[in-house]
Structure formats: C-alpha cells, structure tokens
C-alpha cells in the first residue's frame, strides 16, 4: 500500500464525550480549553485503520460500538479527542439526507445553499443543477418550499444532491436504497455505478450477509475498540463466534419472533411448509423439507432473488440457500407474480425445533425489498440418540499405517 493508495488514515485515533451533568461546568471546561470534568464516555479508543483507493470497507457491530461515531469522523463532522483523522477526496454521506435543508427556501436553493457544504463551486452546483433535479423526479415542487415536501420527495432530492458530486469517498449508514419503488431502484443503481467507477466505500450496517457480499473488508467494532480488521467473511465469523457466546448481553435466550417487511418492489405473499406425509414433524434424515414461497413484484424491474435461511429455536442462523448463489432464475410471470419451492432433501438436522425465513433481494442479491423473518416453525424427530445439530455423513475405518484400510459407510437407520 503506498502513501498515494491511502485515502483514509487513522493514526491513535480516539473521541471521548463527557458525562459531567452540569451544564456551567460543561461550558467552563470547553471554554477554559482544559479536560472534561467527571466521567468520561469513550466513544472510539485508539483506532488505527487506513482505506485504499476504491475498497469497498463495511463496519459492523452492535449498537453503541462507535460504528457511527467513526463515520462521522471520516466525514469531517467530529473532530477526534486524540490522534490525527486524514481524508484524501471529496466525501458524499448517507448519514442524515437533507440535514442541512431550509425548510423556508425552495429546492433550488437548498441545492444551490449546500453545494459548497459538499466541495463544489458556485459554476459547479449550476451545470450539475438539471441533472440533480431530473435524477430526484420532483418536477415543478423544485421551486416550492421544502416545508411543503412530502418525506418521499425531500429524501429524494437529498440523495441526489448528496450523490451528485461524484465522490471519492461514499459513507453509508445502512441504507442501501432510499425511496421507494422506482426511485429506490435508481438509488440502488447509483450507488453500485459509485462503486464500479473505482469510489471507496464505507457502508455500516446490521445486515452481514449485505457487507459480506458488497465489501471484500470489514471493520468489527466494540465499546469503542476495533477488535477485527480484515476479509468481511472472516469479519463476519469472529463477529458470529461473538455473538453466539454473548447473545444479548443477558445471559438467557431470546425467544424469536415473527415479522414481515415489504415494500413497492415485491412482497410474500404466502410461505408455507409443505406438509410431512409422516404428521406435523420430519424424521431426520429421511423426510424432506420443502418450503413453498408466494412473491408478488414490480414487473418492472429486474427479476428478484429469492433467499431462505433455517434458524435454531433461540435465533442463531443454522444454513442458507439462495436462488443467486444457485444460478437459479425464478420463473416469474408477465403480472410479476412468482411462486417456488425450495427442498432439502433427507434433511440432515437431528432432534430439535426450527425456524424458517424467507428474504427477497434485488438480482445482485444485495438490496433487500421484502422478508418474512421466522415464518414458519417446525420440528425433526430421529430415532436414535445422537446428539448436536446436523448429522454429518462420515465413515469409520483403520489408519492407514495399520494395513489394508476396511471402510465402511454408516447408514443412519430408517
């Protein structure tokens, strides 16, 4: 990595809030220049991280990590407590679109108000003008006051106008797409096209499978300290291993629960368990599971991906499948209706109750549009005593150096 490769670089880099309840004193220690009085919440502690040109870097870990404390330094809105914080490159931020609106002044002159807030000169932020209205799709309301958008229109034209400088640096804040159904898709397609053209890329979010399969690197955060750096799909193991002996801090399981999202682009409209000609439960090793999937989306736009995912009872994600992965084109029709079915056959899992989800992605298998989060339950039953999750194929045999090797496949029994 030369010195010319690195547009981010973080050198001891620490920040550090006061918790000092009283507000004179707050004040007198700012003004006075000297240390903060009492306890100190630290947000970020000694980070070094340095980002090459057109890396694409995901950030995760749980809430209150400094995931987004460490954003906000990239993007020059924080100042660091101790260490030195250099950005090469104009930055474009998906933080909080729109934060620096008027409410009082028209479109136009937000745009025209916060294109050197972004790095561009006045003659810039006016040829670029028509192409950032036309991208945000708001018409004649360009010339009235933003008060009077609706949030669809005013997140719209942020996004936008945030995109529109062509950035160096992107910081993403866990929104892949903003908007809904057209404009979401375009915002999806912009962001990609900032990828492809060799921008570096931030992207914080709770969603591993999205960072692993948008980012080559990831950054595991917690309390402040960076635990990992390095391939997202290692990033995603240690932070995984993490959680399964941590769960939520509690100590006890936490029961799932069941929830849905849709949006413009497609929604389940029905999954179910196909089911067991044997009653309510799958004998392990011989029944199939079969899950039957439901979609409606926007015939429109490419056709989606569809995703499932087998949880354990207490929530951790036990194996995946996924039309994209498969190389597998789901058979929708001209009214964007589509209706598949998923079999794991002689299904390998021992004793035990389970979870099914059901994820609709974009075709590039990234961008979620809908999602069916533990819709069904089902159990397996076996008739043996072995013990564990799965029941892996194996054999049992003598070592090499003993003489002739005598294999022999364990069958389980029926």
């Not at 499948?321 to 002689?346: E, K, N, T």
Request: aromatic share 6%; hydrophobic share 40%; proline share 5%.
């Amino acid at each position: 990595m030369t010195a010319h490769d690195v547009v981010i670089d973080l050198q001891g880099v620490a920040k550090s809030y006061s918790l000092e309840s009283r507000p004179l004193r707050r004040l007198a220690d700012q003004l006075l220049g000297r240390r903060a009085s009492g306890h100190l919440h630290h947000a970020l502690r000694e980070v070094n991280l340095q980002v090459r040109r057109g890396e694409s870097v995901g950030v995760i870990g749980r809430n209150g990590a400094g995931k987004s404390t460490l954003l906000q330094l990239i993007c020059g809105v924080l100042q660091p407590t101790r260490g030195q914080c250099r950005v090469h490159g104009r930055v474009a931020a998906l933080l909080e679109l729109g934060a620096g609106f008027n409410p009082e002044l028209t479109g136009r002159e937000n745009v025209r108000l916060n294109g050197p807030l972004l790095g561009l000169t006045a003659a810039q932020v006016e040829q670029r003008l028509p192409q950032i209205i036309e991208f945000a799709g708001i018409g004649e309301y360009i010339d009235q006051p933003v008060r009077s958008y609706s949030s669809g229109m005013f997140v719209r034209l942020a996004f936008s106008m945030a995109t529109s400088v062509e950035p160096d640096i992107l910081v993403i804040d866990e929104a892949l797409s903003v908007g809904d159904g057209v404009f979401a898709r375009k915002s999806f397609e912009r962001i990609m096209a900032l990828k492809e053209r060799g921008a570096t890329i931030l992207f914080c979010s709770h969603s591993l499978f999205q960072v692993e399969q948008l980012c080559g690197r990831a950054l595991w955060l917690h309390e402040g300290d960076l635990r990992y750096d390095g391939p997202s799909h290692q990033a995603v193991v240690e932070y995984g291993a993490w959680l399964s002996r941590n769960g939520d801090g509690s100590g006890e399981a936490t029961p799932v629960q069941p929830s849905r999202s849709e949006s413009s682009a497609a929604r389940i409209v029905d999954v179910r368990i196909a089911p067991s000609p044997h009653g309510t439960a799958l004998r392990s090793g011989i029944d199939a599971l079969t899950v039957q999937v439901q979609l409606q989306t926007d015939p429109t736009i490419p056709c989606p991906t569809l995703g499932v995912v087998i949880y354990t009872d207490d929530g951790r994600e036990l194996t995946s499948a996924g039309s994209f992965l498969d190389h597998f084109a789901l058979p929708r029709q001209p009214d964007g209706s589509v209706a598949m079915a998923i079999d794991f056959p002689a299904l390998p899992l021992l004793k035990g109750r389970y979870t099914v989800s059901v994820f609709v992605l974009c075709d590039r298998a990234i961008n979620l549009y809908a999602a069916a989060h533990h819709a069904l339950a089902f159990e397996v039953v076996q008739a043996d005593v072995r013990q564990g999750l799965v029941a892996l194929p194996h054999q049992w045999r003598l070592p090499a150096d003993a003489g002739a090797g005598v294999a022999a496949t364990v069958h389980r029994p029926s």
